[in-house]
Nanobody, 117 residues
Framework: QVQLKESGGGLVQAGGSLQLSCAAS????????MGWYRQAPGKQREFIAS???????LYDTSVKGRFTISRDNAKNTVYLQMNSLKPEDTAVYYC???????????WGPGTQVTVSS
């Protein structure tokens, strides 16, 4: 199983943008669907977006139209472009194979995103 490491988080004002990256230790080509998730303080981790090997995407309604997920199989990296950020987007963001979310060891350390009002 590949190891995942998220990066690109930080502190940004409302309305700003960030791009997150998720680097895999091995090939992600064989992984059909990669997803981004987030966990806000005191809340459960939630799905926000996914992308298939072929580039088909799905988004939660809370981020649709503001976030864009993409993947570069050659670089074994998944991206999340976040625009028009809101304070309610504040959370730790994670990526994972959507079929592995039940495996606790499959999760990376995440990257903190904080949006100030």
């Amino acid at each position: 199983q590949v190891q995942l490491k998220e990066s690109g988080g930080g502190l940004v004002q409302a309305g700003g943008s960030l791009q997150l990256s998720c680097a895999a230790s091995g090939s992600i080509f064989s992984i059909d669907r990669m997803g981004w998730y987030r966990q806000a303080p005191g809340k459960q981790r939630e799905f926000i977006a996914s992308v298939t090997r072929g580039g088909n995407t799905l988004y939660d309604t809370s981020v649709k139209g503001r976030f864009t997920i993409s993947r570069d199989n050659a670089k074994n990296t998944v991206y999340l472009q976040m625009n028009s950020l809101k304070p309610e987007d504040t959370a730790v963001y994670y990526c994972n194979d959507v079929t592995s979310t039940w495996i606790s060891a499959s999760w990376g350390p995440g990257t903190q995103v904080t949006v100030s009002s």
